[in-house]
Structure formats: C-alpha cells, structure tokens
C-alpha cells in the first residue's frame, strides 16, 4: 500500500492534502467521531450549532473552556511534519483543512487554507470586536458566558465555523482552485462526512487526480481511491514521504 502510494507522492508536484480532526489526534486533541469522538460525548447540533449558541451561549462556551486546555498545550505530530516536508520537497502545494488547531502552520506547512476557521481569535457577533482566545480563557472561570470587552456583548465565540454557519469565502474558493488542478489528493484523518468540506477532494477526483486516504476507520470515499492506508497518520505519513523520497531520488 505505502509503495503504491509512494510512486504517487514522487511522481506529484501540485499535490493537495486534505486534512481532518484524526490528523491531530496523536497531538492530544480529540476527534468528533472516531471511537473517542467529542460527538460520541456532546450532542454537535447542541454544541456547535449557530442557532443553539445564540439561545445558550454557556453550553458552548463550558465545553470550549476544557478542549481550550488540550488544544493549547497540542504540538505538531510527526504527521504534520510530514506533510510540511512534502511541501518542502515540492510535492504538495498546498493543505486544506477541517481543523482550527492551528497545527499545520505550527509544524511549518506555508500554504494552508483553514476552510473552518481558526480557534486562536474570538469575534463579537454584534460589534465585530476580536480578541485573542486565550484572553477570553483566563476569565471563563469568573465570567461564564464571557461578555465582549468593548460592547459587553455575549455573543463572542471562537472564530470558527459553527454549523449553520458559511464557510469563509475566500478560504473556500482557494481550495478549489487548487483542487481543481491538483496532480494528486491525500486525504488525512477526515470522516468526510461534513460539506462543503468534504468537496473539496471530490473535486480533485472530478479533475482527474489521484486520491489517497489515510485515515483509521473507512470513509465514503475509500471506493474512490487508488490507495486507503489503515493506519495513524503520524506513523504512516513519514513512511510515506522517505518512500517517496528514495524513488524520487532514485
Ligand atoms: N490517524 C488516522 N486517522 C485517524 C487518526 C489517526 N491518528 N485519529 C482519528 N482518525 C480518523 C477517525 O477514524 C475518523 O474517521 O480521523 C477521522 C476523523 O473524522 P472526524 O472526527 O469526523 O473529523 P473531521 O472529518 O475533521 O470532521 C469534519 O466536522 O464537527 C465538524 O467542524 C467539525 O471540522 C469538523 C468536521
Ligand atoms: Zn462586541
């Protein structure tokens, strides 16, 4: 399976990867539904959903304050690196992600498209005041919802894509652009489950790339493939990519 793959990866010079929550699991961060899912915990459309938020901005907010623990203290895994140095090495020219843990950008990848946004700023619904998250932590515990520093508003939340929510425009249309002239897609830790997400590497197949899943449990995507690889990211990814490299170089 890897070799196969390998031959793909070396032979790529505009390779897109698509990354998902799995791909920062061995970076402590919980997935949504792999067998540790934060889903299989919370119900989503009560958590993360724009029109329960605005009815009960708490329920959101208790959950956020204890992920923010594991997410701030996340580091890249080998998988992310990996895929950093498939860009290094001229591969992949550009990830597109599910994730807003920041962790792609952090390992050293420089073309990253986050299509649900970012966890590190929180945005005020009313007054469109920004302030940093963890600014908003260190007073979760005395103010539960935070209110907004500048209107006292509370509706502050994350900026990220809540359901219900659009995607950030640009953010979308980037990733189709580079979808759409992809020689290769690598799908990473993602259920593929969730759209407009989820299109984006259909749209590399519907051009005519190749697709590889890495990714722990099946996806409605593995008849598509012409390799799916059953394995963590962050042991299969740097296989991978010395593979890759050895033909490549050979
Ligand atoms: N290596 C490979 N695969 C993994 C690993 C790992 N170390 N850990 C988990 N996985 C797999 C799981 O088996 C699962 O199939 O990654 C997949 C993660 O899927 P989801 O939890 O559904 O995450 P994702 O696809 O990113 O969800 C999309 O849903 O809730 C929304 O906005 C949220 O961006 C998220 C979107
Ligand atoms: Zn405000």
Redesign the pocket.
Known sequence: MIERAAELLARAHQGLVFT????S??SGIR????PN?L?KQYD?YKT?DIRYFMEDPTRYWTISRERWRTYKQAHPNPGHYAIAAMEEAGHVSAVVT??TDGLHAAAGSRTVIEL?GNGSQVVCLDCGGREPRVDVQARLETEMPPRCRLCSGTFIKPAV?FFGEALPAGALADAYAHAATADLVLV???????YP?ADIPMEGVRAGAPLII????R?PFDELAQVVIR????EALPQLLEKAQQLAGA
């Open positions: 998902g929550a799995g791909v699991t061995e997935d949504f539904r792999g899912g889903w989503p993360a599910q994730n649900h894509v990473v830790g993602s259920s593929l489950q969730v997400a890495v990714n722990e449990e996806t394995a963590k990211s962050g």
